[in-house]
């Protein structure tokens, strides 16, 4: 019984380490289904062994919650499917909601024409040019709370 916990560790582990484009939204699915899993599996004789991998998990977890569901927010492969409907999905609407307008405050309240790319440009001067550029521009407010209403009424 001890390989019917380990096992889902071992695939995940397998998996991601596998694909050539793993994402912070897989990390995050493979996350939840482990979880679950040793919920599950705590109310088998493998208890102890559950209970020791869940509570490391959950310590791990506070750390990756909010980026994870930012990024699984935004992956279209995803969006709001991989959590749970109700105050779940609303927690994460909320907080995309809430770090998007963290960094829109950030943001100057002028805005400039980006230039068109030029690709006879080194790479570090194509990068130079880009971060001369951005520190300068930025977006209305009304354009920039529109996409992020587009994106978030697509999802559901």
Known sequence: ETIIVLEPLKRATKNLSGSKYPTIADVRFYFNEIWDHLKYCM?????????????????YWTIL???????TILDPRNKITLFELGESTTKA?????ER?????????QSRTSIPKENNNVSGREYFYQLKKRRLG???ET???STRL?????SQK
């Open 65 to 71: 919650d909010d980026a994870t569901m930012i990024a």
């Open 43 to 59: 109310e088998s004789d493998q208890y102890l062994l559950a209970d020791s991998i869940n509570q490391k998990i959950e310590e």
């Open 149 to 153: 209403q587009t994106i978030l009424i």
């Open 100 to 108: 998007f307008s963290f960094y829109y405050s950030k943001v100057p």
């Open 142 to 144: 009304a354009q920039a």
């Open 137 to 139: 521009e930025t977006t």
């Open 93 to 97: 609407i909320n907080t995309l909601k």
